[in-house]
């Protein structure tokens, strides 16, 4: 069965500094995707960053970029420049070709931001 | 804004009830996911449909049933409802069109239901 596990409840961070939320699965497929999910204080939940694990280069967008280790199963998240509106819950979350989609998620990691 | 839209955004209820909760996915999206986010379970897959039809299930309840109408609107039915089935309720729509597809689902605003 595949799993998601994100090891740390909860992290926090200066404003304007990096962090970086960890997060590792467990599949035997070949052919899948991971993805962040970021969960404000509003509950709605917002696509962050996709990664396809065919592809080697890491994905980015904007101050978000993800280290993704296949061999490793292990697919990070890192944010720079933090900023007050990046607090919130984040999940991590897996799919794989011939699922029709479904998404498995990891237990989440709570982000602080402090000024 | 996701383009997704779910109602109502709260539903409190009694233990025994039975309730429904609607989504409509974005314009163009055929297929429509259920999920269930609560304290002790987290977020969890619980149901999909591609145009009208079933193509995915995963822990979901015999008591909870789900459909999609024509207009692709989904609807997510919970009945004998218990105290543990409190929880916020998301509905996701995508593109995808068959298991090969694992396009990005973007998600409704949730409806948090709480059973009394």
């Known amino acids: 069965a595949q799993t998601v596990t994100q090891s740390q409840p909860e992290m926090s961070v200066q404003e304007a500094e990096t962090v970086t939320l960890s997060c590792t699965y467990d599949?035997?497929?070949?052919?899948?995707?991971l993805f962040w999910y970021k969960q404000p204080p509003s509950r709605q939940m917002i696509l962050v960053i996709r990664q396809e694990a065919y592809k080697q280069q890491n994905a980015t967008e904007n101050r978000f970029s993800v280290n993704f280790q296949k061999a490793a199963k292990s697919f990070s998240l890192k944010i720079s420049d933090s900023q007050l509106g990046d607090a919130a819950m984040y999940f991590c979350a897996y799919t794989f070709m011939g699922s029709y989609g479904k998404l498995t998620f990891g237990q989440g990691t709570i982000l602080t931001v402090h000024p | 804004d996701s383009g997704v839209t779910q109602t109502p955004k709260h539903l409190i209820t009694a233990t025994g009830q039975r309730v429904t909760l609607r989504c409509s996915p974005r314009?163009?999206?055929?297929?429509v996911y259920w999920y269930q986010q609560s304290l002790d379970q987290g977020l969890q897959f619980l149901i999909q449909?591609?145009?009208?039809?079933?193509?995915a299930k995963g822990n979901i309840l015999e008591r909870f049933s789900a459909q999609q109408f024509p207009d692709l609107h989904s609807e997510l039915n919970l009945s004998s409802l218990e105290l543990g089935d409190s929880a916020l309720y998301f509905c996701?729509?995508?593109?995808?069109?068959?298991?090969?597809?694992?396009?990005?689902?973007?998600f409704g605003p949730g409806t948090r239901l709480t059973v009394l």
């Open positions: 449909y591609y145009n009208g039809e079933e193509r």
């Open positions: 314009s163009g999206d055929l297929s």
């Open positions: 996701a729509s995508s593109v995808a069109l068959s298991e090969y597809d694992t396009d990005t689902q973007y």
């Open positions: 599949t035997s497929e070949s052919d899948y995707y």
